[in-house]
C-alpha cells in the first residue's frame, strides 16, 4: 500500500469513528496503528532515496557487483594468457584510497605491457575473451582495450567496462611509454610530452605485489604511489575528490 492511499483511508476511519461514537477506543486504537505504519513506512522509503536519487555519485551496489564479476574474470584471463597487468590511473588511486574503486567510478582501469599483448594475435585475443562472454575492442590511436560484457544487462544504469592501457619500452630513454598512433609519432622525451605519461620500468618489474581492490585482490605497480606521481604530477598529494 503506498502512502497517498494510506493517509486517504485513515481520514475515512477518523470519519467512521465519528459516526460510530460507541466504539471510540477501538477506533482510535486503529487510527493509531496507521499513523505507526504510516512513519515507518515514510522512515524506510526516505532511506532508499538517500542512497540513491540524493547521491548520484555513489556507484549502486548491483553495478558494483558487475564490475567485480568482470573485473575478476578479466584479471585471470590476463594472467591465463601470460599477459603483465596491474591497476593504474583512476583504479589505482582507488586501491590506495579507498582499497576499492573510488565511489563515484563505474568503471576500471588496467595497465598492461604491450610486449606482453604483441606475443598473441588479434584473433586469438578476441576469441578467449569471446569465449568467456566478453567483448573486446581496441583503440589503435589510443594503444588501449575496451572491455564489457556482451550480454544484455540491466538498463538502470550503464554497463561496467574495463580499459586496458598498453605500454611499452622506449630503449632510447629506458622509460615504459603509451602506445598507439596518436602519440607514435612524438619523440620519446617524456618531459617535453606528457602525454606519453612515461615512467619507469622498475615500477612494475616482476613478481608484481598484489593490493585489496573491493572483494578482489589485483596486481599493482610497485610503490604505488610513485607510479602516481607519475600519472598525476600536479595533484598526486591530495586525495581525488567526486567528479560529478
Ligand atoms: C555477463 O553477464 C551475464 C548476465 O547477463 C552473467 O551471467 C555473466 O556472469 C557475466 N559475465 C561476466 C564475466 O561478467
Keep these: 500500500m503506498n502512502i497517498k492511499r494510506m493517509r486517504v483511508s485513515i481520514i475515512t476511519l477518523r470519519r467512521k469513528c465519528r459516526s460510530w461514537g460507541h466504539q471510540r477506543g477501538l477506533c482510535v486504537l486503529s487510527i493509531l496503528v496507521s499513523l505507526v505504519i504510516l512513519t515507518i513506512r515514510y522512515l524506510t522509503i526516505t532511506e532508499r532515496v538517500e542512497e540513491t536519487d540524493l547521491n548520484p555519485c555513489l556507484v549502486p551496489k548491483e553495478q558494483r557487483r558487475w564490475l567485480f564479476h568482470l573485473l575478476s574474470t578479466v584479471s585471470s584471463l590476463l594472467s591465463h594468457l601470460a ?7 583512476d583504479s589505482l588511486w582507488g586501491a590506495v584510497q579507498e582499497s576499492g574503486p573510488l565511489p563515484w567510478d563505474a568503471h576500471a ?7 606482453k599483448v604483441a606475443v598473441h594475435d588479434e584473433a586469438e585475443l578476441l576469441r578467449a575473451f569471446r569465449r568467456r562472454g566478453l567483448a573486446l575492442e581496441y583503440s589503435s590511436a589510443e594503444g588501449q582495450y575496451t572491455i564489457k560484457n556482451s550480454s544484455a544487462i540491466p538498463d538502470k544504469w550503464e554497463a561496467p567496462t574495463i580499459q586496458i592501457i598498453l605500454f611499452e619500452e622506449d630503449d632510447r630513454v629506458h622509460m615504459l611509454r603509451r602506445v598507439g598512433w596518436k602519440r607514435r609519432v612524438l619523440p620519446p ?3 617535453a610530452h606528457p602525454s606519453l605519461q612515461c615512467f619507469p620500468p622498475n615500477l612494475v618489474a616482476l613478481p608484481l605485489p598484489e593490493r585489496p581492490f573491493g572483494p578482489l585482490t ?9 607510479l602516481l606521481k607519475f600519472h598525476y604530477p600536479d595533484t598526486w598529494w591530495r586525495p581525488l575528490l567526486p567528479q560529478c
Design 83 to 89: 599477459i603483465t597487468h596491474f591497476l593504474c590511473y
Design 109 to 115: 582501469h588496467l595497465c598492461a605491457l604491450n610486449e
Design 218 to 226: 589485483l596486481p599493482a605497480p610497485r610503490e604505488d604511489i610513485d
Design 189 to 191: 622525451d617524456c618531459d
